[in-house]
């Protein structure tokens, strides 16, 4: 009997070491990182960084209250802030501009932002800094297709916030219930606010189809300044807010690695951008390194005097990592919906499920050294591959037509 007790000790020991978690901060590039945690518990402290761009260019007068940022088959789109009612598609290296899109029938009350999704663009009016007690906050939705074509077919998301019961008002820049940034989801409209109190931002959700709606407030946090513009990259799972502290010092914060849509869950990292007294606006990107930003002119005499401008940035030092891991990730889940492979530790016998499309896919075996020891043909949706010939050590199952996909089991 006690031989078995320790036998069995010894095969269930492993099992509670494979399944234990280890909260603490999992990314390589922060100063607390920690090799052994399996969770990310958004606990992670960064060095400070301040990045160049790589260039500016001045962009034409038309737009010098630029305010909000897309990038869109080839070309970056923009909006002023001032009541202007166009958008205006301009080129992503020089800033010119390529084509003005009239949105007629619209009012520019404030419009502030610049978002999209497949089908549409969306504007949000929502810009609350005059004296913080607007009642008309809304998002225009206008097809791109029919803005195109030139008959823009727009309708409108009205929304109030639910802890703003004070509508006396607050003066000017003192109120924290103005907005400029949001993003578009699969489903949802994700604003930030911009709060010139707290210099926090708070998080609100909204559906995005036309209605009246009251926005639900999902998280905050402390950004230590003014939220300005946001980009979102959902492939990646990478969301990127642009905004400035109370000295115009720009910068862009890095949200990645977090739970379901909580973007403060995760990592969060604060970049400084070394364009200081730049009233940054709008921002955009497509593949999360490559970021466009935009700032808006801004004078104050004699001191400071800075015309709008367009610039890039290179942030793959920063989230290259991030990024290749999760490309890593994402092709392993895609795997595990087409190959199963099991077990891990065997004598005789490798099991492999596969998706009935792979039928007839030829499969190969390794040894740790590379040299093939095994082949053969997937016949079935389940396949039983016999190992017993082979000597024991470590070796790698290969798939034909999926490179990405090796592995590795042990024969006993």
Known sequence: MRSICIIFIFLFLPVCAVNAQVMGCTDPMAKNYNPLATVNDGSCKYASVSVSPTYSAKLPSQIKETSGLVKWNDHLYTLNDDGDTNLYAIESSTGAILEVLPLPGTVNQDWEELAQDEGYFYIGDFGNNVDGNRTNLNILRVGKMSLLSGSPEIDRINFTYPDQTNFKSKGSNNSDFDCEAFIITRDSIYLFTKQWVSKKTSVYVLPKIPGTYTASRKTGYDVSGLITGATWVEDKRLLLLSGYNGILQPFIYLLYD???????????????????????????????????????????????????????????????????????????????????????????????????????????????????????????????????????????????????????????
Request: proline share 3%.
């Open 258 to 412: 977090f739970k379901d849509l909580d973007f403060f869950s995760g990592n969060k990292r604060k970049i400084s951008l070394s364009i200081s007294f730049h009233q940054t606006e709008g921002i955009a990107t497509i593949n999360g390194t490559d970021v466009f930003v935009t700032n808006e002119q801004f004078a104050q005499q004699p001191f400071v005097s800075v015309t709008q401008k367009l610039h890039k940035f290179d942030l793959s030092p920063y989230l290259s990592n991030y990024l290749e891991n999760y490309n890593l990730v994402s092709i392993q889940n895609n795997f595990k919906n087409l190959i199963l492979t099991f077990p891990s530790l065997t004598r005789d016998i490798v099991y492999i499920d596969i998706a009935a499309d792979l039928i007839s896919t030829k499969y190969s075996c390794t040894d740790n050294k590379g040299k093939q020891v095994l082949e053969g043909v997937l016949d079935s949706k389940t396949n039983k591959i016999n190992i017993s010939s082979l000597i024991p050590g470590v070796y790698t199952l290969l798939v034909e037509g999926y490179p990405d996909y090796a592995y590795k089991f042990v024969k006993r």
